[in-house]
């Protein structure tokens, strides 16, 4: 029986595996995660531990929270909070290269369900400083970009802290979203006066930290109770919302991933995360109060996230989801496939270069052609397995952030954006194809994307995907996907010259 990690066994590792930076025993709990995802365990959850190592620190630990399922807390809980990091890289002339280290930062795992409670008391204490959120895009419960106010989960949330203002009395309801957990915590917080707060948004969405406070505004402001609006202006005035761009490719840890980490390990490890060796946080410098030492842990603290952001939302995450598209369709598993295909590296290429780019103000000292080169090289690592299946979902939450934008840059510049039309026309071909069934459509929207799909096929037959559409055809998935209100804002859907050039895409895919 192959003894499991914990810090039991954490001392018996083999050398060549990188302990925590800081003894776990030693730590303290100074932050909360909302949405203990893969994502947070390779990236914040490692620059707050190596933060502590290099400030001398033991005060940042994290209360981790897990959102849908209490399946990470399942994987952590018994391991004393340990998971390893299993870093897959190239080395000289291409070999795979793979190194394992363990980190402890997470002090705390919990589930929203019956531990809400404990985790409202840690968003309230004053020893918590700071709060980060990966809870991905659909997390957030928007609807026209404001909160959506309709949604069950949001308004079981609301009813909650109604409640709880109210009475004064500490109303633990299991938090049903993540919004909903963070402000309820917020308003315990304000109610004891307990001190600044900075949240720290980590999702790729565009002006994220302005973004966040303005949902958690919303969700204040819909509270039916007396003190709501005390409360409100207390986060007003003593939390911060910084926006940061945050970017580590960390793809979904397979059985083979654990099978290597336990022939280097010889524990096994239920809560490992596998990455590439890149990582990079620029986190914008406006902080309430204490927080993790985060630069000297190698992240950059700059007055204006912005140009970071734009530059890496619409190069890498735009390349990456037409890649994913794209490459799905043609039967590429991988991105590494899909990049590798010089078809399709010449159309991520060129809609860099002819629609990205000039739309950016690059950030002070990146060359941003270097910069592409730099994203392709990192998306032809086959080491880290990352497959297009993954980058493909939540499409619906991801084109608007990733491409939309830049096809309403270039239109408003005077130029008709073909290459993003082909992007988007890849992930209309795709949604087609899931309609078939030999693709997996795993995507909010899934019921109304496969409807309109749906529709378009019974205007004409397979509308786009492997089959030869002529344009009526093409037109017909174009057309009918376009009109998707949730995803493309009106201005953009009723461009003729854009509404052209993505339905001459769908048919010519
Ligand atoms: C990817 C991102 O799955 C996806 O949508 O594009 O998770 C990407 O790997 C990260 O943003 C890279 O920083």
Known sequence: MTARLTLTTLDRLPAAVAR?????????????????????RAHQAVYTEDAMAAAGETTWGIHAVTQRSPRVVEQLAPQDGLYGVLTKGLGGGGAPTASMRVIGALREVSFPGEQTGAVLDRLAAPTTHVVTLTVTEKGYRRAGG?????????RADLAALSA??????????????????????????????????????????????????????????????????????????????????????????????????????????????????????????????????????????????APFEDAKLRILNGSHSYLAYRGAVLGHRTIAEAVGD?????????????????????????????????????????????????????GSQKLPVRLLGTATDRLGGGAVPHQVARAVASWMVFVDRTADGDLVLDDPLAARLQAAVGGA????????????????????????????????????????AFRAAVREQVADL
């Not at 025993?25 to 203990?36: A, I, K, N, P, Q």
């Not at 404001?146 to 949001?154: I, K, M, N, P, S």
């Not at 159309?347 to 629609?355: P, S």
């Not at 996907?481 to 859907?493: C, K, Q, S, T």
Request: aromatic content about 4%; overall charge negative; proline content about 6%.
């Open 164 to 305: 709880e203002l109210r009475t004064g009395r500490a109303e633990d309801a299991a938090a049903r979203s993540a919004i909903g957990m963070l402000a309820r915590g917020l308003a315990r917080r304000a109610l004891h006066d307990a001190g600044p707060m900075t949240v720290v948004i980590c999702d790729n969405i565009v002006h994220n930290g302005a973004m966040l406070e303005g949902l958690v505004a919303d969700f204040l402001t819909a509270a039916e109770a007396p003190r709501a609006e005390e409360v409100a202006g207390w986060v007003r005035t003593h939390v911060a919302f910084p926006s940061t761009m945050v970017d580590r490719i960390v793809p979904a840890t397979t059985a083979e991933h654990r099978a290597e980490a336990q022939a280097i390990t010889g524990v096994e490890d239920h809560g490992l995360v596998v990455a590439e060796p890149f990582t990079q946080w620029v986190i914008e410098d406006r902080f309430a109060g204490p927080r993790p030492a985060w630069e000297r842990a190698g992240a950059t603290l700059t007055d204006d996230v």
């Open 342 to 394: 010089p078809r399709l590296l010449a159309d991520v290429t060129a809609f860099i270069d002819d629609d990205v780019i000039p739309t950016l103000a690059a950030p002070p000292g990146l060359d941003l052609s270097a910069y592409r080169d730099s994203v392709l090289e990192r998306f032809a690592n086959p080491a880290t397995g990352h497959t297009t299946i993954q980058v493909a979902m939540d």
């Open 20 to 40: 925590p930076a800081v003894d776990p025993r030693e730590v303290g709990v100074g932050g909360v995660h909302l949405g203990v995802g893969a994502f947070h």
């Open 457 to 496: 096929g019974a205007a004409g037959g397979s509308a786009g995907g492997s089959s030869a559409g002529g344009g009526s055809v093409g037109g017909g998935l174009a057309d009918r996907l376009l009109d998707v209100g949730e995803i493309f804002p009106a201005d953009l859907a009723d461009d003729d």
């Open 146 to 154: 404001r909160l959506d106010l309709a949604d069950d989960d949001v």
